[in-house]
């Protein structure tokens, strides 16, 4: 039976858990990539060319991140290896373009008790520090069970709407398609590790969340450590402009059009005939 999940049975749950105890959770993401390269009798790109661009997109999109959490605030941070060389994508025609998102000093900084973050993060270079509400997710959660590690973990789902962006390339013209779609992120939590948290800005759920998939990006716990031997400290980041997610959310929009505008107008017909990609998510 799925029941809805209110902000009451969260402090309850939590409550009667509480434990004076901190830790730190490894992530393993994996993302979809929304790379294509358009209609094949368009494309002007070999079989085993576009197979070494897909290779090379999907381990960029296979990252390591680390939670460091207490009972009230937690830090979420890419595990950076800075002696591991980092995949290129180019050549032949082909750009990846990065409007924003991490780069090597953003954090993730959660709030559980005030019920908001402060993330450090980029765009373009830009440094901002967004600072705002925590989302308050529709969970609905459910009897079903598995076991991830060591851990029993339970079943949550939430679903939303949202706006799907698609900017199309052909013959060196650009056309932006949106369309509604319907979004369904199921979690798996535990009560042995009773904080409200997650990884990313994923919480509100009476345990630690060790896996969450929306359809398109899975993220798995892959290891805990509660109480290690060496402290650990939680710092709210301070670096960067301060903006609302909205107004973030606006500047991003506008330095992707920047973008788009540039490339159409100084980088006509690089992608090729019917090549496509993806902004957003």
């Known amino acids: 039976m799925k029941v809805k999940l209110s902000v009451l049975i969260v402090l309850i749950s939590l409550a009667a858990n509480a434990q004076n105890f901190e830790g730190k959770a490894i992530y393993k993401t994996s993302i979809k990539s929304s790379f294509s390269f358009g209609e094949d009798e368009k494309s002007t790109m070999s079989d085993d060319m576009k ?5 090379r997109l999907q381990k960029m999109n296979q990252k390591t991140f680390i939670l460091n959490f207490d009972q009230k605030t937690s830090t979420y941070k890419e595990d950076i290896q800075l002696d ?5 994508v180019g050549g032949a025609g082909v750009m990846v373009m990065s409007i924003g998102g991490p780069g090597n000093g953003s954090v ?20 901002f520090l967004v600072k705002d509400k925590l989302k308050a ?13 060591n851990y029993t973990c339970y079943k949550a789902m939430f679903t939303e709407e949202v706006e799907d962006i698609r900017m199309t390339f052909d013959n060196g013209e650009s056309k932006e398609e949106k369309k509604k779609e319907k979004i369904i992120t ?3 939590y535990t009560l042995q590790v009773p904080i409200s948290n997650g990884p990313g800005n994923y919480q ?3 345990g ?3 896996e969450i998939n929306d359809g ?12 290690p031997a060496q402290k650990i400290t939680i710092k709210e980041p301070e670096k960067g402009k301060v903006v609302s997610q909205e107004r973030y959310d606006e500047i991003q929009k506008e330095k992707s059009d920047e973008m788009i505008e540039k490339f159409k107008n100084g980088k006509k017909g690089d992608l090729g005939n019917g090549m496509q990609f993806k902004m957003g998510g």
């Open 51 to 55: 197979k070494q661009i897909q290779a």
């Open 84 to 88: 591991a060389p980092k995949p290129q």
């Open 108 to 127: 993730y900084f959660k709030n559980i008790k005030e019920k908001r973050f402060s993330n450090q993060t980029e765009i373009m270079g830009k440094r």
């Open 137 to 149: 997710y529709d969970w609905e959660l459910s009897s079903e069970t598995k076991n991830i590690g």
């Open 186 to 188: 199921t979690a798996w």
């Open 204 to 206: 509100g759920l009476p």
């Open 208 to 210: 630690l969340i060790l």
């Open 216 to 227: 398109k990006k899975t993220i798995v716990c892959t290891e805990i450590i509660l109480n």
